[in-house]
């Protein structure tokens, strides 16, 4: 009875796996414009897409960044400096893109810059911090897409943007979770209004890697700063332990971070580069296993499952 089931479910699997396989031809042809090249997993990408003969147009923040990127690549790869929160330096970009690619368009737009935090508890920031965040990982990346969209349509090309496992499942305080939700719900859309355009959207969904961006320096930091700079009031209502366990909880991230962090520009090459990529791209074992299945869970169980373990503050009923 299960063996006819068995085998559909086993030709299926091994066409999946043959149609994930094919890519395209005449890569070194294409021209990519990855945002965020500095460090961390644009760098990675930038430097993987140049190995592979494609025609690499990278964006960093800092001419330090861009020189170091430079020194570790051939000359096809060209960098231009670039702060996505400003929309002057982003029309400016673009117009240098334009300047290159001509009438061949541009291949493969990756929207990896972005910020983790500020990420401390939300009565203890302000509009700015959350602002922050939202200009960058959100703001700017739907500017940047604007303004380049109409060489990827030109190309028939792809957009490739970064979300994150918490762009499914709320699991951390301040706004990355509230801009990757945005970047979800962008992608969504920008891919259906693209379809008729032959442009296909994808969305790159990493769980946690050891990584610049989730730095547990630049977490505790941040949590120091909005602590000491938040009323007296809200202090005495959280309380020095629950300031302090905070602070713990920080250091516990670390070991539980993905050491792999080539995963997941792997995977941004494969939206990139294969004849049939996905929609979606869940990127680690912890994405895969835990945080989206637990995504599709009751509200209860999951409110449960991520508030047993946190501190109490010293005010609470």
């Known amino acids: 009875m299960w063996l006819p089931l068995l085998v ?29 090249c500095d460090t961390g997993f644009g760098n990675i990408l930038a430097k993987n897409l140049d190995k592979r003969g494609m025609r690499v147009l990278a964006a960093c923040l800092s001419e330090k960044g861009a020189e170091n990127l430079k020194n570790q690549t051939s000359s096809r790869l060209q960098t231009v400096i670039l702060d996505v929160t400003n929309s002057e330096s982003v029309r400016s970009a673009a117009k240098w893109v334009s300047s290159i690619v001509g009438e061949e368009g541009l291949w493969g737009l990756v929207n990896n810059a972005g910020v983790s935090v500020p990420c401390s508890p939300d009565e203890w920031m302000t509009k700015k911090d959350f602002s922050r965040i939202i200009d960058i990982n ?17 190309a028939r ?16 305080t301040g706004a990355y979770c509230i801009s990757k939700y945005g970047v979800e719900s962008f992608s969504d859309s920008l891919r259906r209004q693209m379809r008729p355009f032959n442009v296909k959207v994808c969305i790159i969904e990493p769980g946690t890697f050891d990584t610049q961006i989730t730095s547990t320096d630049a977490i505790r930091a941040d949590i120091v700063r909005t602590w000491k700079s938040a009323p007296e009031d809200v202090k005495k209502s959280y309380g020095e332990g629950y300031y302090q366990q905070s602070l713990k909880a920080v250091d516990a991230i670390k070991p539980l971070a993905n050491k792999n962090v080539y995963l997941v520009p792997q995977t941004v090459e494969h939206a990139l580069t294969a004849v049939y990529p996905w929609t979606r791209y869940s990127v680690g074992w912890d994405a895969k296993l835990v945080f989206l299945p637990l995504s599709y869970f009751p509200s209860f169980f999951t409110d449960f499952l991520l508030t047993f373990a946190q501190p109490k503050p010293a005010q609470a009923v």
């Open 138 to 154: 959100l703001l700017g990346m739907i500017d940047v897409t604007i303004n380049l969209l109409p060489f990827v349509r030109k």
């Open 157 to 172: 090309g792809r957009v490739v943007n970064m979300s994150s496992v918490v762009g499914r499942l709320t699991m951390t």
């Open 8 to 36: 559909v479910l086993g030709l299926i699997f091994l066409y999946r796996r043959y149609r994930q396989s094919l890519i395209l031809d005449n890569l070194t042809d294409k021209y990519v414009f990855i945002t965020g």
